[in-house]
């Protein structure tokens, strides 16, 4: 079974630049989560996706974010425009059924704004 | 809000020996579940431990356990026989049990395992 993958796995971007980052979930798993950790800090929760809805944003830090879950399966993250304190690693997760069971996380995608 | 301290930034064992990760967290929720997860270099996040906090027995799976104390708000986690393999962030999070199904996670612990 194959599981979480991230694309692309580290990026570099000038400040002002759009960056999207992508997340493919593990097959039939309707949750899908994006968090971020910023470099020494915790890694804190983005955003949750059941299906294609979006079921809770509470995370995203504002309007320069904006996630996506197309047909339900695989999800876009984008940052328009990125600034420097976006820099981070960006992870994604799935999971199936209710909150309490496992998230499967990807390897993360590293973003660096310069 | 709910937040989760791992006060050891790094900590390190003797390949063979047991270890200690010290985890606690502020709720007011009664019901709730925390999980071990560990990142091992340039690798996925897989999850190591899971406990419910309404099971009073601490949860084990092989040479990892955790010690789980309610009322202290504490999830230490044990591993035994350290083995190379080992060697990696470890990260203790918590799920509320409702609403939200975010993970609030803690800074994690850099583990190395001496040869």
């Known amino acids: 079974e194959a599981g979480v993958t991230q694309f692309p796995s580290h990026s570099v971007i000038e400040k002002g630049q759009t960056v999207t980052l992508r997340c493919d979930p593990i097959s039939g798993h309707d949750n899908l989560y994006w968090y971020r950790r910023v470099m020494g800090k915790e890694i804190k929760f983005l955003l949750h996706?059941?299906?294609?809805?979006?079921?809770?944003e509470s995370g995203m830090p504002n309007n320069r974010f904006l996630a996506e879950r197309t047909g339900g399966t695989y999800s876009t993250l984008k940052v328009q425009p990125a600034e420097l304190e976006d820099s981070g690693v960006y992870f994604c997760?799935?999971?199936?059924?209710?909150?309490?069971?496992?998230?499967?996380f990807g390897p993360g995608t590293r973003l660096t704004v310069l | 809000a709910q937040t989760v301290t791992q006060s050891q930034p790094e900590m390190s064992v003797q390949e063979a020996e047991t270890v200690t990760l010290s985890c606690t967290y502020d709720?007011?929720?009664?019901?709730?579940?925390l999980f071990w997860y560990k990142q091992p270099p340039s690798r996925q996040m897989i999850l190591v431990i899971r406990?419910?906090?309404?099971?009073?027995q601490n949860a084990t799976e092989n040479r990892f356990s955790v010690n789980f104390q309610k009322a202290a708000k504490s999830f230490s986690l044990k591993i035994s026989d350290s083995q190379l393999g080992d060697a990696a962030m470890y990260f203790c999070a918590y799920y509320s049990g409702a609403g939200s199904y975010q993970l609030t996670f803690g800074k994690g612990t850099k583990l190395s395992v001496i040869p």
């Open positions: 997760a799935s999971s199936q059924g209710w909150g309490g069971n496992e998230q499967f």
């Open positions: 709720t007011s929720e009664s019901d709730y579940y």
């Open positions: 406990q419910e906090a309404y099971k009073q």
């Open positions: 996706f059941v299906k294609e809805s979006k079921q809770d």
